[in-house]
């Protein structure tokens, strides 16, 4: 284990105690003083049981052995859900993304869907991260690739990375708040003059509108939610920043803001 | 009574960071027991202002913040000097957004040590934490010291290994 894990470890040894900070117990102990009757809960994954007693099994990792190096894969199933590299970098995949890795270069890696990373600096050891049809490389820095469609998107949010098609293909250098797109017939990506804060709302759990047109918030709540709208008054303008938590508190906050009435289709 | 959706959000809340939060107590309060009870208290105020109607974004947030006053709150009550009210580890003082993050890792870390056979974790907490050479939990525990051996490069083992899996599986 590395230094940083050791610093963990030693903590986590120094007080550790068999059978305390139970979730579980804890739980029923706050559902009885506020008189909450537990739902049973499903356990997907029997043989882990144990460990989480109630946990629902949203992530799943593979071991796959080649030559002695393992292929390591992490996945986020129903959840955004984040991890930490061996590295020390941290990834956040997207629902239904997959990032794999093999234990003797953690930096570089390949990706399915849509992930925000925060790679950790090693001027030695570029992060590299391969795409069907894209690739992007960097030294340390916070971006998001989303290479779970025909067209790559890249959006950093800090420091400076490389976009391109392939490893040996011309790229463009992106820096803080730039968005660049590829898609299947260019060779080059295409920088995106104004970028979408909402690219990684998923990431940042937020919304940010500014005097946004209705119609716009709409489709941005539409992609990230998976549902359509329809509403009144598409072109009132909507400004602030709104968790992206609960839908049905974004859609009420925004209805009451500009006085529009919104329905699901 | 069937549970309502409000509930239940407050379910995963409670299951996603009840042991984070323990170990964000811990490293400001360093006890246990005062961990639990402090973490236990949050989650009852948070309830009982939802209950009352307060709107509250990010809960989790909230939650991290409550738990961090009232630890200062111990603190301050057994007559710490403000300035030393920080958070530590085991190398000295750490900044309170670092004890923030590690508090994930460490929740799954301590999950780690859980899932470990009892035997294994016996061993492997005698060494790492006690500092006891291999000799004398041998004899403590009447194994040989190549058995001793094994259970703690078994557990070492499934710690590194783990860490991987660690992140994917464990909430509790």
Known sequence: ?265 | MPQTDKEILFDDLFRYNYRPLCLYALHYIQDVDLAEDVVQECYTALWEKLQEGAHVLSRKSYLYMMVRNRCLDHLRKKGIPTESLKPYDTYGIIDDNDAQERSQTEAKLWTAIDSLPDKCREVFIMSKRDGLKYEEIADELGLSVNTVRNQISKALKVLKEGIHKIYMFLFA
């Open chain 1, 1 to 265: 284990m590395s230094d940083f894990e050791d610093r963990h470890m030693d903590f986590v040894l120094k007080h550790y105690q068999e059978g305390r900070f139970y979730t579980q117990k804890a739980l029923e102990r706050f559902n009885e003083a506020h008189g909450i009757k537990q739902k049973p809960r499903r356990r997907v994954l029997p043989w882990v049981s144990g460990i989480v007693a109630a946990a629902a099994a949203v992530v799943l990792c593979v071991f796959l052995f080649h030559d002695n190096d393992q292929q390591i894969q992490i996945m986020a199933n129903a959840e955004v859900q984040e991890f930490v590299l061996p590295d020390g970098s941290h990834v956040t995949l997207a629902p239904g993304s997959r990032l794999s890795y093999s234990e003797k270069s953690p930096r570089k890696t390949l990706l399915e869907g849509k992930a925000f990373f925060e790679v950790a600096r090693d001027e030695s050891a570029p992060f590299e991260i391969s795409a069907d049809g894209a690739f992007v490389k960097v030294l340390g820095t916070k971006f998001m690739v989303d290479a779970g469609s025909s067209v790559k998107e890249v959006y950093v949010t800090e420091g400076k990375v490389l976009f391109a098609k392939s490893s040996d293909a011309e790229g463009v250098i992106l820096t803080k708040d730039m968005q660049a797109v590829l898609s299947q017939s260019d060779a080059v990506p295409v920088i995106v003059m104004e970028s979408d804060v909402n690219s990684i709302a998923w990431q940042r759990g937020s919304f940010i509108f500014d005097k946004t047109p209705l119609s716009k918030v709409l489709e941005t709540l539409s992609e990230h939610y998976k549902v359509s709208f329809a509403a009144t008054d598409l072109d009132k303008q909507l400004s602030g920043e709104f968790e992206a938590e609960d839908l049905d508190l974004i859609i009420s906050l925004i209805e009451s803001a500009l006085d529009v009435h919104i329905v699901r289709r």
